[in-house]
């Protein structure tokens, strides 16, 4: 097993299966969004042929959509997966949340919570998409004036309500819409069905990969991914490699693979965050040229799978 190879073909960087923006999302089951401009970047390189257009268009549409998910952090989900996978985070995200608000001294009432919620839902009534200055103005023409970290901190709790997510693609600033709107055949999942149905999704586009990098990158506890895992254990195949105990997901591709390959990865690229260990790819020395430990990642270059250093994310002649 050579899970540099393998990881590289599942991710979509070697060989790419896919045509559509939407299929790859879809496929990799979540892809980070943190930053805003670099996550199209992460999803149009993995197309057979990349395309900025056809990612809007998709994106536009609601078969993209942009929230605040799993590790309570920005991913790409397709539409259709939204409403199952925020129910399997919901509870963690908004433990995690919490704890965000009350280091930083911000309680939310619920009353206020319910208010500012009808408030957005009224703008959004008139208006497909609309940024958070719309928002902020909405709330200060009733009475409501907010510092922005606090109408942040509503936004994102209106994302886990299910009431909001991304609206139309611009390009710098984030818009929300409703997810009735954007997303209106999204439908839940039986919390053991969606536990599997996420493992799947996860060891065929990250795999090889470890328990406890499924349990990192779904913010899930062991049980949970655990549960999960046994669900499709027919579909894994376990196999131990200098240390780790990886777990092969059946549709993992091992063809396929040619040296000489460099990537340009985006920040914040699936390829590192999607794993909690990330030393088979990415050299000791070279760790704190991909992330910090405040987690922020840096646009980095591989050869042959491996970190290498980095690349300047402003360089046009990079973009696709």
């Not at 208010?115 to 008139?126: G, H, I, T, Y």
């Not at 984030?174 to 060891?203: N, S």
């Amino acid at each position: 097993m050579n899970p540099v190879s393998s990881r590289l073909l599942n991710q979509q960087l070697i060989c790419p299966q896919f045509n559509s923006p939407h299929d790859v999302v879809e496929w990799m089951g979540a892809v980070q969004a943190q930053d805003y401009a670099m996550m199209r970047l992460a999803v149009t390189m993995r197309c057979r042929k990349p395309s900025q257009k056809a990612f809007e268009k998709e994106f536009n549409e609601g078969r993209i959509v942009r929230t605040h998910l799993f590790r309570t952090t920005w991913q790409l989900v397709a539409g259709e997966d939204l409403i199952w996978m925020l129910e399997l985070c919901r509870e963690p995200a908004l433990r995690g949340l919490r704890s965000w608000m009350k280091t930083n001294g911000v309680s939310i009432p619920e009353a206020e919570q319910a208010a500012v919620q009808q408030v957005f839902a009224d703008v959004l009534s008139k208006r497909r998409s609309v940024l958070k200055s719309d928002f902020a103005a909405a709330l200060g023409d009733i009475g409501m004036e907010m510092d922005d970290q606090r109408l942040s901190y509503h936004i994102r709790l209106a994302e886990y309500a299910g009431l909001l997510c991304s609206g139309d693609l611009t390009p710098l600033k984030r818009t929300c819409a409703l997810v009735a709107d954007k997303v209106p055949d999204a439908r839940p999942l039986p919390r053991e069905e969606a536990l599997a149905l996420l493992a799947r999704k996860y060891f065929r586009s990250h795999g090889p990969a470890t328990l406890e990098d499924f349990s990192w990158w779904s913010g899930l506890g062991l049980n949970d991914c655990r549960k999960g895992m046994a669900a499709i254990e027919k579909e894994l195949t376990e196999e131990r490699w200098k240390g780790y105990d990886f777990f092969v997901h059946q549709d993992g591709r091992t063809r396929g693979w040619r040296s000489g390959c460099v990537h340009y990865l985006p920040a914040y690229d699936e390829y590192l965050i999607g794993y909690k260990s990330r030393s088979i790819v990415l050299p000791e020395e070279l760790r704190s040229r991909a992330h910090n430990s405040s987690g922020n990642f840096w646009p980095v270059v591989l050869q042959d799978g491996i970190v290498t250093g980095n690349w300047d994310g402003r360089d046009k002649d990079k973009m696709l």
